[in-house]
């Protein structure tokens, strides 16, 4: 079992709707990540949250919002997604102290955009 | 243009045999390394981990060797068993940014029975 929880796993939206993906972990992890994932390619990083604070970006479309509430918590808001957004959306979490620190993962969220 | 490579996409070996998964990368201030397993419908899971201190790092049936003069890094599985059979995937951070992982294609391993 996962010690790091993605709700819902599946979810289907028209480009004009606006959802929220969520994350939660109970590790006392510091650090958590959302990630993209592409049919039969590697996990792309999407956001950082160090200490409750977005840390790194990488040049994330703004239809795309992250939000860390809480030390425990992770949301993904995504309003007028494209057909192209349709991946496994991967939710990570890691001690976020120093080097050496391996990402620990949710099962992720299917998102299909119609 | 990817930091990490995985050139085999697939690798078939038969049960009891050795797994031997490679990976290749171009950044030198590469200072962490990880290799994950994923199920399908799963996310990936951490197996095993090794710092650019250390050339080899041993958990159980797993066993991680790093060659930094020839920027490659690889996995033994000893002995393989079917249910060793899933993607895997290698991944690297740098020391001043350790935050963020650099993955690789991944090699869907099989282990036949």
């Known amino acids: 079992d996962t010690e790091v929880t993605q709700t819902p796993k599946h979810l289907v939206m028209g480009m004009t709707n606006k959802k929220s993906l969520k994350c939660e972990q109970h590790?006392?992890?510091?650090?958590m990540y959302w990630y993209k994932q592409k049919a039969k390619k590697p996990p792309e990083l999407m956001f950082v949250y160090s200490y409750e604070k977005l840390s790194i970006n990488e040049s994330v479309p703004s239809r795309f919002s992250p939000e860390c509430p809480n030390s425990s918590l992770l949301n993904l808001h995504l309003h007028a997604l494209q057909p192209e957004d349709s991946a496994l959306y991967l939710c990570?979490?890691?001690?976020?102290?120093?080097?050496?620190?391996?990402?620990?993962f949710g099962d992720g969220t299917r998102l299909s955009i119609l | 243009d990817q930091q990490v490579k995985q050139n085999s996409p697939s690798l078939s070996v038969q049960e009891g045999r050795i797994s031997i998964l490679n990976c290749d990368y171009t950044n030198s201030m590469f200072d962490y390394f990880l290799w994950y397993k994923k199920y399908p419908a799963e996310g990936p899971t951490f197996l095993i981990s090794?710092?650019?201190?250390?050339d080899k790092n041993e958990d159980g049936r797993f066993t991680v060797f790093l060659n930094k003069s020839a920027k490659h890094l690889s996995l033994h599985i000893v002995p393989s068993q079917p249910g060793d059979s899933a993607v895997y995937f290698c991944?690297?951070?740098?020391?001043?940014?350790?935050?963020?992982?650099?993955f690789g294609s991944g090699t869907k391993l099989n282990v036949k029975p």
């Open positions: 590790m006392g992890h510091r650090a």
């Open positions: 990570a979490s890691s001690q976020g102290v120093g080097l050496g620190q391996p990402q620990h």
């Open positions: 090794i710092s650019s201190i250390k």
């Open positions: 991944a690297a951070s740098e020391r001043n940014n350790f935050n963020k992982f650099y």
